[in-house]
């Protein structure tokens, strides 16, 4: 009497289960409909990310190569920066500009790759089949993925930071970079350590980053800890008494991508950079503490700062990064 009824039961429970499984087919499979880039008009963004951060792990191993052996060298200089400070190029700059360079162009032919140094030597370099790494990646944690034109992707790239400190065995504020930016916002960060202790911190704007990255809680009431370069430290310890006290506390070190990382764990509570600075030594650190919940803008002009395919390379007014109280620091700099 009761058939009937069972049949149709067991017909939906059938259906039911189909419609899960293929829902599961769907959503365990959506990545690889992006993470392929044989479409080279439009880019995988969790693929960039991954090769990203591998590029910024291989332009490390040139560094240290050249480092372990200093005979290499190649000592040179750019110039003088605006501070009067040599700005000095070695052989490791060059290789692992090749290194990253090239990689990341062969992988997506269509993107922009604005990088400080330039294509010196390349044919002594190994260059990584990136495209081939990323058929089978190391995992980053992240399912989310989204497909962006290649034309509105430009990827700044700082084959060695602290190019000055390396040459004085002061390896510990060197540093590789890699930045995503998206129509002149950046979204993507990689700084790769390949001397301190060896790690790559990243993050992707509202999707994640690396668990090597964890924002502290400020606590109220504490004095603030600028983070200043080396190579103009007085100037700015006399701006920052001027704007914020005599009990200001103010730490010298040196490379962008190292001042930002201190900024986005907590170590300092801002990096303050009063004259000139390139973009390729920033955005990466701008993406980072982007993703954190922090800011980094000019320290005077208005924000935000261009990372596009035609802005100028260079940042002429300043900068400030901070985790928390941006407006605050803003605000005494320009009074003071």
Known sequence: MHLGANVRVNKIGIGITIGLICLFYLYSHRGPAYSSIDNKDVVSMKALLAGAIKVAQIGGLEVISVHDNLHSLNLASKGKTKEGVNDP???????SHCAMYHALLDAFPRITVKSE???????KV???????YLKNPEPLGI????????????VWIDPLDATKEYTENLVQY?????CVAIKGQPVMGVIHKPFDNKQTYWAWVDHGQSTN?????????KQPVLIVSRSHAGRVHNASKSALGQNVQVVSAAGSGYKSLEVAVGNATAYVHITAIKKWDICAGAAIISALGGKMTPLSG???????????????TGLLATMNDHQWYLDKFYTA
């Open 126 to 132: 190994d260059i990584l089949d990136l495209k081939e």
């Open 143 to 154: 399912n989310y993925d989204s497909a962006v034109n290649a034309n509105d992707i430009t």
């Open 117 to 123: 140094e330039k294509s010196i030597g390349c044919d």
């Open 89 to 95: 190029v070695t052989a490791a700059d060059y290789r």
């Open 302 to 316: 208005p924000p935000p700062i261009g990372f596009g395919p035609e802005d100028d390379t260079l940042l002429s």
């Open 174 to 178: 060197v540093t590789t970079m890699v």
């Open 213 to 221: 990255l964890h924002v502290k809680t400020p606590k109220k009431g």
